[in-house]
């Protein structure tokens, strides 16, 4: 079975930083993609950032040039850093890893206050 174990959400003021981690484990014959998603109260899940196998990175516009996303291919594990936090970027943070199937961390609580 696949898990994946996210950390690194909290409260922060507006202009702050964090950086989410998501570690995967189990056993995954192949990944096609990690990213970040987010779900805001009220709103639908939204993509945030995605990097594929090849390394390509994808960001919605929302997010680019605040948000960067990086990976440890060797401990399997995605990383999301966050710049210049805003408000509207408050949110549950989903890690999401694109295989076989398609697998889903428990979320990370966001908040950013004003």
């Known amino acids: 079975q696949v898990q994946l174990v996210e950390s690194g959400g909290g409260l922060v003021q507006s202009g702050g930083s964090l950086r989410l981690s998501c570690a995967a484990s189990?056993?995954?014959?192949?990944?096609?993609?990690m990213g970040w998603y987010r779900q805001a109260p009220g709103n639908e899940r939204e993509l945030v950032a995605v990097i594929s196998s090849s390394g390509r990175v994808n960001y919605a516009d929302s997010v680019k040039g605040r948000f960067t996303i990086s990976r440890d291919i060797t401990k399997i594990t995605v990383y999301l850093q966050m710049n210049s936090l805003k408000p509207e970027d408050t949110a549950v943070y989903y890690c999401n890893l694109e295989g076989t199937r398609r697998y889903w961390g428990q979320g990370t609580q966001v908040t950013v206050s004003s």
């Open positions: 189990g056993i995954i014959s192949s990944i096609y993609s």
